[in-house]
């Protein structure tokens, strides 16, 4: 029978450090708000954010995939990456506001710092496949994502167990197309629509879903 060992590698660690802020203010006067942001330091083996491509195989492996095709650690001393150090911060505000008339209105405001990418190539030789970044995973950044919802919320009282609430839903308000996964690999890429042959790297594969709303009822007794 086949024995299979599994071992972590020796020093692969991985550290991850957060401060965070907040800002509380009890509903009171018809109104409240909480308010946050956190700044996350990482330090750790890993090329691949937000879908921007591997750049070694130390990040992602199959623990039982073959060596030669899906290595969780580098199969040529040159797919060995030092750590990934970086920082990102997200910032959060949501609010409650009832102007009257049994309306509340709570919007939602989110700010998340885009994840660092570096370049990547990939190369072959005798049908082992292996991933390489040519520069610092520093060198370049996703874009900050900036994203503002809002509900309004109205309570309609039908007798004196039951309840009626209905709530529009609004995502996404100031419809923003921030792009959330990119192409970070070398190589061309050609436009189907047009046929043109671009470079590939810093294409977006992923952007902010369109402004969306939404009408529900919710009963309540």
Known sequence: PISNLVFNNPGNTADYKSVEFALNKRFSHRWGMVASVINTWTSEFGTSYFGTGNGNNIAGGSLFGGLANNSGIPITPNGLQDKSEFSTWNFKISGTFEPGYGIRLTPVFKSQQGYPYARVFAANA?????????????????????????RADKRFKLTNRLSLNVLVDVFNVLNANTELNIRATTGTLTISETGSVIPQLGTPT????????????RLSW
Do not use: M, W, Y
């Open 126 to 150: 005798g049908g082992i496949s292996q991933n390489f970044i040519t520069e610092s995973i520093t060198a370049h950044r996703l874009e900050t994502v900036k994203q503002f919802d809002i």
């Open 206 to 217: 992923t952007i902010l879903p369109p402004r969306i709303a939404r009408l529900s009822a």
